[in-house]
C-alpha cells in the first residue's frame, strides 16, 4: 500500500521523534566525548587549575614513557596468550557438544554459566584457587607431594594463571557463537559425507571447519577485541599490577594516570592510542561484515 | 549397539571435562556454606551447612548497598535500553524517511568507537553535565547500538500484512507501533532485556572510575575491595559473590533461550 504525501511526511516526523532519545544520548555519551578527547589530547590538565596548551607535548612524552610501553606491551603478550587459545576451544567444546551425546542442554549451561559471573567474582574464585600457601592448587600439590607453584610472583607466571582463569571465563561467549552457527549447518551436508565413508576427523577438517569459516572470521576479531580490552581480572587477581606494577596493562595505566594522578590530558592521549588500536581491528571487522553482506 | 556404546562413553567424558569445568563455581557456593574449621581443612563438602558466612558478609560489609546500588542502576538502564531501542530499531527497521541512511551509519560509526578509548572525556563529560555516579552509570550505557541492531533486524523481518490492514483501519502510527508492532516484538524484547540486564549487572570498568564512596559502590566494585580485605577470610567473602551471581544465573536459567539467542544474535545476525 503506497501511503499518500500528508501520510508520507507523518512518517518522516514521526520517525525522527523515534530517533531522537537515541541520538542524543549517544552523541553525549560518545560523539562528543570522542572530539572532545582529541581536543583534550593538546592539553594539560589536573582538573583543578584551567588547562595549558601544550601542542604535541603529550604525545612526544608518551613516546618516551617506559611504563605506558610497558602497558602496552603487556597486553599484547596477554591478548597473545589468550586469543588463540579461546577461539580454538570454543570451537572445539561446541564440536563436542554438538556432536551425538546425551543431555545437551545441560552442557551447553554448564560451559556457558561462568561467562555470566562478573570478573572480581571470576577474580576472587581463582585466587582462592592461586593462593601461595592456602590456595587450592597448591594444597592439592602439597598432597601428592609436589612442590607448590608461585602461581603469581613473576609477570610471567601471573599472565599465565590469569590467562586460565580468562579463558575459564570468556569461553562461554565463543562457544555459544559456534554452536549457534553448527546449528545452521544443514544435516544433508554431513548425511552426504556419512554417506562417503568419511571419518569424523575428516569431516570436520574438511567440511565443518570450512562451512565455519566466516563465524570463525567474526569469533576472531571480537575475541581480539576483548582480549586487548582486559583489565579487571589481571588488576584484581595481580593485586593492581603486582609484582611491582609490572603486570599492569593499558587500560590500567590509563585509568591510573587519569584517575588517581589526575593527567587529564596525558590520560586521554595514552586512551587515543589504546583507541586506534582497536578502532584498526574494528576497521576489519567493519569491511568484512559489509563483504558478507554483500554475497 | 556398538553406536550407543560410543554415545555413552563420549557423554561420560564431556561429563568429566563438565565436572573439572563446573569445580571453581561449586567451591565458591560450598565454601559459601562452610564453617571455617572446614574451610581450613579443605572439605569438599562441609560437616556442617551453615549460612554464618551470609551473616558475617551482611553485617561486615555494605552487601546490602551495594546489591541495591547493582538492582537501581541495572534495572533502570535496562528499562532504557528497552524503550530507546525500541524507538530507534523500529524507525530504522520499519519506517520510510529521507536520511535514513545518513541515520544508519551515524549509529553504527559509534559502535567502532571503543569506550575505554574516550574513558577520561567520558567522565569529565558526565561532570560538566552534574551528573552523579549513578545517573551518570545509566546514561552511559541506556544507548545500546546491539539493542538497535536487534530490534530493527526484528522489525524488518515482521511481515506487512498486518501493519496494513491496521492501516487500512485507520490506525495511525504510534497505534500501529503500540498496538501490533511491540507485541509482536516480546521475544527479541526479552532477549534485549536479559542480555543487557547481564551485561550491565557485572559491569566493573565504569563503575569503578564513577566510584566515589564505598556507599555508592555497585556489586562488582564492591566485591572487589574485599580482596585486599584482611578482616574478612574466604568463606563471607564467597558468600558475598554467591549473592552477588543470584539474579543473574536466576535469570540465565529462566530464559537461556533469549540469552543464547542474543548473544548469537548481537554478533552473527
Known amino acids: ?295 | 549397539m556398538r553406536f550407543h556404546l560410543g554415545r555413552t562413553i563420549r557423554t561420560i567424558i564431556v561429563g568429566l571435562i563438565g565436572a573439572l569445568y563446573t569445580f571453581p563455581t561449586f567451591w565458591m557456593i560450598t565454601s559459601s556454606m562452610k564453617l571455617e574449621k572446614d574451610l581450613v581443612a579443605m572439605k569438599i563438602f562441609p560437616k556442617t551447612w551453615s549460612l554464618d558466612n551470609y551473616y558475617k558478609i551482611i553485617e561486615q560489609a555494605k552487601i546490602g548497598a551495594w546489591f541495591s546500588n547493582s538492582m537501581f542502576i541495572t534495572g533502570i538502564t535496562t528499562l532504557g535500553v528497552i524503550v530507546i531501542g525500541l524507538m530507534a530499531g523500529y524507525a530504522l527497521g520499519r519506517l520510510k524517511f529521507p536520511g535514513k541512511n545518513i541515520m544508519y551509519a551515524y549509529i553504527i560509526a559509534g559502535m567502532v568507537i571503543p569506550g575505554e578509548g574516550i574513558m577520561i572525556t567520558v567522565f569529565l563529560t558526565m561532570k560538566d553535565l552534574g551528573l552523579g555516579a549513578k545517573a551518570s552509570l545509566i546514561i552511559l550505557h541506556v544507548a545500546s547500538a546491539v539493542a538497535v541492531m536487534i530490534l530493527s533486524n526484528y522489525f524488518k523481518g515482521i511481515a506487512n500484512e498486518f501493519e496494513e490492514a491496521a492501516r487500512i483501519d485507520g490506525a495511525g502510527e504510534i497505534k500501529i507501533l503500540t498496538h501490533i508492532m511491540i507485541p509482536m516484538a516480546v521475544p527479541a524484547i526479552t532477549t534485549v532485556a536479559i542480555v543487557h540486564f547481564s551485561w550491565i549487572w557485572n559491569d566493573f570498568l565504569w563503575p569503578l572510575i564513577f566510584a566515589t564512596s564505598d556507599k555508592a559502590y555497585t556489586l562488582p566494585v564492591g566485591l572487589s575491595t574485599l580482596i585486599n580485605n584482611s578482616d574478612l577470610r574466604f568463606g563471607p567473602v564467597m558468600a558475598g559473590s554467591t549473592l552477588s551471581v543470584i539474579p543473574v544465573v536466576v535469570m540465565f536459567l529462566l530464559f537461556q533461550r533469549y540469552f543464547m539467542r542474543g548473544i548469537a544474535g548481537a554478533t552473527l545476525k
Open chain 1, 1 to 295: 500500500m503506497e501511503l499518500n504525501l500528508s501520510s508520507k511526511k507523518k512518517q518522516w516526523v514521526f520517525a525522527y521523534a523515534m530517533l531522537l532519545p537515541y541520538v542524543v544520548v549517544y552523541t553525549i555519551v560518545k560523539i562528543y566525548p570522542f572530539f572532545y578527547s582529541l581536543v583534550l589530547t593538546f592539553f594539560k590538565w589536573d582538573i583543578i587549575q584551567d588547562p595549558v596548551f601544550i601542542g604535541f607535548k603529550n604525545y612526544a612524552k608518551l613516546l618516551t614513557d617506559e611504563k605506558f610501553w610497558m602497558s602496552m606491551r603487556n597486553i599484547l603478550h596477554f591478548t597473545a596468550l589468550t586469543a588463540v587459545p579461546a577461539i580454538l576451544l570454543g570451537l572445539i567444546t561446541a564440536l563436542i557438544i554438538s556432536s551425538d551425546i546425551r543431555g545437551k542442554g545441560i552442557w551447553r549451561v554448564i560451559f556457558f554459566l561462568p561467562y555470566i559471573f562478573s570478573v572480581s567474582v571470576v577474580s576472587l574464585l581463582w585466587l582462592l584457587m592461586y593462593g601461595p600457601k592456602y590456595g587450592l592448587f597448591n594444597m592439592l600439590f602439597v598432597k601428592m607431594g609436589l612442590p607448590p607453584v608461585e602461581w603469581l610472583t613473576t609477570v610471567n607466571m601471573a599472565f599465565f594463571s590469569v590467562s586460565i582463569a580468562t579463558l575459564w571465563w570468556g569461553l562461554g561467549f565463543n562457544f555459544l557463537i559456534y554452536l549457534a552457527a553448527l546449528q545452521q549447518i544443514p544435516k544433508d551436508f554431513y548425511e552426504a559425507a556419512s554417506i562417503d565413508g568419511a571419518r569424523w576427523y575428516h569431516r570436520i577438517w574438511y567440511l565443518t571447519i570450512p562451512l565455519l569459516k566466516r563465524t570463525t572470521l567474526t569469533v576472531a576479531i571480537l575475541q581480539l577485541i576483548a582480549s586487548l580490552k582486559s583489565f579487571g581480572q589481571i588488576y584484581l587477581i595481580t593485586g593492581k599490577g603486582a609484582p611491582g606494577g609490572k603486570s599492569k596493562v593499558i587500560l590500567h595505566y590509563i585509568y591510573e594516570k587519569g584517575f588517581l594522578e589526575l593527567k587529564m590530558g596525558y590520560a586521554q592521549t595514552a586512551a587515543f592510542i589504546f583507541f586506534l588500536m582497536v578502532f584498526a581491528v574494528s576497521l576489519i571487522q567493519l569491511k568484512i561484515s559489509q563483504s558478507v553482506e554483500d554475497k
